[in-house]
Nanobody, 121 residues
Framework: QVQLVESGGGLVQPGGSLRLSCTIS????????MGWYRQAPGKERDLVAT???????NYGESVKGRFTISRDNAKNTVYLQMNNLKPEDTAVYYC???????????????WGQGTQVTVSS
């Protein structure tokens, strides 16, 4: 069983910063791509940022230059540093990871429960 647990969400004023963390637990053999997605009320889930096991990053257009994704492979953790936050960044942020786990090296592609980020004055 693979579990993803996010933390770090909350209420912040426009222009402020937050750092999200997501730790993956279970009998992980290999972590491939890890990433963050977000979903605002009434909208589809959108890409925020992803990072491969080689460190290659990809960002959604609306967050480029403001958000930074990173990972700590020793801790099975992915981070999202969010700077210069705007009201339109308000959403539930979900962590995603894929890779292999267990004795048989089974593939997984799992999601966290989500953490709320609210940007408001």
């Amino acid at each position: 069983q693979v579990q993803l647990v996010e933390s770090g969400g909350g209420l912040v004023q426009p222009g402020g910063s937050l750092r999200l963390s997501c730790t993956i637990s279970g009998r992980i053999i290999r972590l491939n791509r890890m990433g963050w997605y977000r979903q605002a009320p009434g909208k589809e889930r959108d890409l925020v940022a992803t990072i491969t096991n080689h460190g290659t990053t990809n960002y959604g257009e609306s967050v480029k230059g403001r958000f930074t994704i990173s990972r700590d492979n020793a801790k099975n953790t992915v981070y999202l540093q969010m700077n210069n936050l705007k009201p339109e960044d308000t959403a539930v942020y979900y962590c995603n990871a894929n890779g292999e786990y267990g004795r048989r090296g089974s593939d997984f592609d799992s999601w966290g429960q989500g953490t709320q980020v609210t940007v408001s004055s």
